[in-house]
C-alpha cells in the first residue's frame, strides 16, 4: 500500500509568502523609477559635445552643473543595481533564481563601477583638472581618460549587458512577469554587450557614445521606468504568478454537492445503509 502526500496546487514552487513578494515588487519598482528618473534627469541636463576626446570633455567639465549632473547619474545607476536585486529575490523556481542571483550580483558590480565613473573621475576628477587650467595637465587627463572609459565599458557590460541578458532570461524562466519584461530585457543585454565590447575596443568615439552607448542608455532606461510601474501593478498577483500561469495554477474550487432527490440512486443508497444501521 502506498502512500502519498498532497500539496496545494500552485504552492509547491513559489518559496516566498504573498506578503514578501509583494512587498519586494513595490521596493523593487520604486527604485526602478527612481533610478530611471535619475539617468533621465542626469542625461538631459548633461552637457553635449559631438566631440567625446579627453580635451574636450575638459573644456565642459568646467561647466557649474557638471558634479551635480554627474552625481546624479551616479547614483541614478547605483539605484537601479539595488531594484534589480531586490526584483530577483521574488523569483520562485529554482534555475529563476539561480539565474536571478547572478543578475543580481553582475547589476550591483556595473552599478558600483558606474556610479564610481560618474561620481568619482566623471564628476569630480574631470572637473578639478578643468579648474586648474589646460597648461601642463594633458598627461593627467589622458590618463584620467583612459581610466574612466575603460570602467565604464566594464560597468556597462556587466550592467547594460550581462545583467540584462541574465535577468531577461530569468524572467522567461520564472514566467512571474508579463512576457515583454523578458524578451526586453534579452533584446536590450544585446545591445549593452555590443556596446561594451565596442567602448574595450575602440574607446570613447563619436560612434561608441553617440550612436551606440546614448540610445542604448537611454532605451535601457524607459525599459527600467516601464518596469518599474509594471511592479507597483502587479502587486496584488500571487508572487511568481501572472496571466495565462496564474489562471492554469490555481486550483478549481469544488462545486456544491448534489442533491439527492426521491427515487435517485443516492437516496436509494442512503435509505438502504440506515436499514442494515
Avoid: K
Amino acid at each position: 500500500m502506498s502512500t502519498s502526500t498532497s500539496v496545494p496546487v500552485g504552492t509547491a514552487d513559489i518559496g516566498h509568502s504573498p506578503g514578501f513578494a509583494i512587498a519586494h515588487r513595490r521596493v523593487a519598482g520604486t527604485l526602478l523609477i527612481l533610478g530611471a528618473f535619475l539617468l533621465a534627469a542626469g542625461n538631459a541636463l548633461h552637457p553635449v559635445d559631438a566631440d567625446p576626446s579627453a580635451t574636450s570633455r575638459l573644456i565642459i567639465a568646467g561647466a557649474s552643473a557638471w558634479v551635480p549632473v554627474h552625481l546624479m547619474l551616479a547614483v541614478g545607476f547605483l539605484v537601479i543595481a539595488a531594484g534589480v536585486v531586490t526584483l530577483v529575490a521574488t523569483f520562485r523556481i529554482g534555475a529563476a533564481q539561480a539565474v536571478g542571483r547572478v543578475a543580481g550580483i553582475a547589476a550591483l558590480a556595473g552599478g558600483t563601477l558606474l556610479f564610481a565613473v560618474f561620481g568619482g573621475l566623471d564628476g569630480y576628477a574631470m572637473s578639478s583638472l578643468a579648474g586648474r587650467g589646460a597648461a601642463g595637465i594633458e598627461p593627467a587627463v589622458i590618463a584620467v581618460d583612459a581610466v574612466d572609459t575603460g570602467l565604464a565599458a566594464m560597468g556597462t557590460l556587466a550592467l547594460l549587458g550581462l545583467a540584462m541578458l541574465l535577468l531577461g532570461s530569468a524572467v522567461r524562466m520564472d514566467r512571474g512577469l508579463p512576457a515583454w519584461v523578458g524578451w526586453t530585457a534579452l533584446f536590450l543585454g544585446v545591445g549593452g554587450t555590443v556596446t561594451g565590447v565596442a567602448l574595450v575596443n575602440v574607446g570613447a568615439t563619436d560612434t561608441t557614445i553617440n550612436v551606440l552607448l546614448r540610445p542604448v542608455g537611454l532605451a535601457t532606461t524607459l525599459f527600467f521606468l516601464a518596469l518599474g510601474v509594471t511592479l507597483w501593478r502587479l502587486r496584488r498577483l500571487e508572487p511568481g504568478l501572472s496571466g495565462r500561469g496564474a489562471a492554469a495554477r490555481t486550483p478549481s474550487r469544488p462545486g456544491p454537492r448534489p442533491r439527492c432527490g426521491r427515487g435517485s440512486t443516492c437516496s436509494i443508497v442512503a435509505r438502504t445503509h440506515r436499514g442494515h444501521g
